[in-house]
Antibody
Framework: QVQVVESGGGVVQPGTSLRLSCAAS????????MHWVRQAPGKGLEWVAV????????YYADSVKGRFTMSRDSSKNTLYLQMNSLRAEDTAIYYC???????????WGQGTLVTVSS | QSALTQPASVSGSPGQSITISCTGT?????????VSWYQQHPGEAPKVMIY???RRPSGVSNRFSGSKSGNTASLTISGLQAEDEGDFYC??????????FGTGTKVTVL
């Protein structure tokens, strides 16, 4: 069955970096776009970034542009989110999700918590 | 990239129908049919309920339906049931090749 599992979250200090991973299984990872979505504690969903199947086309929310970089390794069926210059407002649960052929996010992981605090 | 506007809360009695609106601009909701809706229960990941404005994924109850008029998309839940409680979010593709979520709506079954 389709599964995506995030990892890499933790507690970090402001200004530092962290890399999240999302391991995909049960589908042809190389043929699907993938998204990162985050949710601050007690807040709503915020779209973060998308990478299309070719791995070259990537788009980011203004709030993370220039600080976050999304990438994928189809040989490992893994998605990444490199987060630099982290701020307190980046504290959130980070979800990866598959982009469906119907332009929705059809499969989601359970998320990984990132806490940015001094 | 301003969030799409949704009502903060909507409530209804069991069996009633409720509608949640999602208002954007001609650069997102009004410009594309790439609008989808998600239900999220506390502590869980979101689940897609409607995609491409009106389409329902396999396994989602036909009590859920979607529509769009101009810059506003809507999700209607008919025959409201206790299990329909939760937070609902819309999301739209935008003219900047990005996506934007709605502000979220808490649905309460009275």
């Amino acid at each position: 069955q389709v599964q995506v599992v995030e990892s890499g979250g933790g507690v970090v200090q402001p200004g530092t970096s962290l890399r999240l991973s999302c391991a995909a299984s049960g589908f042809s990872f190389s043929t699907y776009g993938m998204h990162w979505v985050r949710q601050a504690p007690g807040k709503g969903l915020e779209w973060v970034a998308v990478i299309w199947s070719d791995g070259n086309n990537k788009y980011y929310a203004d709030s993370v542009k220039g600080r976050f970089t999304m990438s994928r390794d189809s040989s490992k069926n893994t998605l990444y989110l490199q987060m630099n210059s982290l701020r307190a407002e980046d504290t959130a649960i980070y979800y990866c999700a598959r982009h469906s052929t119907g332009w929705s996010l059809d499969y989601w992981g359970q998320g990984t918590l990132v806490t940015v605090s001094s | 990239q301003s969030a799409l506007t949704q009502p903060a809360s909507v409530s209804g009695s069991p069996g009633q129908s409720i509608t949640i609106s999602c208002t954007g601009t001609s650069s997102d909701v009004g410009g594309y049919n790439h609008v989808s809706w998600y239900q999220q229960h506390p502590g869980e990941a979101p689940k897609v309920m409607i995609y491409e404005v009106t389409r329902r994924p396999s396994g989602v109850s036909n009590r859920f339906s979607g529509s769009k008029s101009g810059n506003t998309a809507s999700l209607t839940i008919s025959g409201l049931q206790a299990e329909d409680e939760g937070d609902f979010y819309c999301i739209s593709y935008t003219s900047s090749n990005t996506y934007v979520f709605g502000t979220g709506t808490k649905v309460t079954v009275l």
